[in-house]
């Protein structure tokens, strides 16, 4: 099945199925039968997954301009991620420090999301 899914045009990355599917460096498909998890999730993992939940709907609700000045400070800045990875990133990031070296060096200012503890 894997070797049919770049065939459709299909990239698929993680679960799928009976499978666990991820690409490596070198962009080949590698799937392995899926594992589920043999205990569940620990309180503590359910509040970080949560918090990750609240920082992406934070994310839906900026206004169009503010994901583009995201999205700019990325492509100015080259740096390996969308706009909502870095929106979200810094929502976990109390520090101004990098917020502020982000402003300086892509000369856009991007507002502060909400910061997530």
């Given at each position: 099945m894997?070797d049919?899914?770049?065939f459709?045009g299909?990239?698929i990355?993680?679960d ?5 599917i ?12 899926r594992?589920?998890p ?5 309180p503590?993992?359910n509040?970080?997954r949560?918090?990750f ?6 994310w839906t609700?900026e206004?169009?301009?503010?994901k583009l000045?995201y999205?700019?400070?990325?492509d100015?800045?080259a ?6 990875n870095?929106y979200?990133a810094?929502s976990?990031n109390?520090?101004d420090s990098l917020?502020?070296?982000?402003r300086q ?11 997530l503890?």
């Amino acid at each position: 099945m894997k070797d049919l899914l770049p065939f459709l045009g299909l990239n698929i990355n993680g679960d799928l199925g009976p499978l666990t599917i991820y690409t490596r460096k070198n962009g080949r498909l590698v799937a392995f039968d899926r594992a589920p998890p043999l205990v569940p999730a620990s309180p503590r993992q359910n509040d970080r997954r949560n918090l990750f939940a609240q920082a992406m709907k934070n994310w839906t609700a900026e206004s169009p301009e503010t994901k583009l000045l995201y999205r700019r400070v990325c492509d100015v800045l080259a740096l390996c991620m969308l706009g909502h990875n870095l929106y979200i990133a810094l929502s976990f990031n109390p520090d101004d420090s990098l917020l502020q070296t982000l402003r300086q060096q892509s000369c856009i200012y991007i507002p502060r999301p909400t910061v997530l503890q």
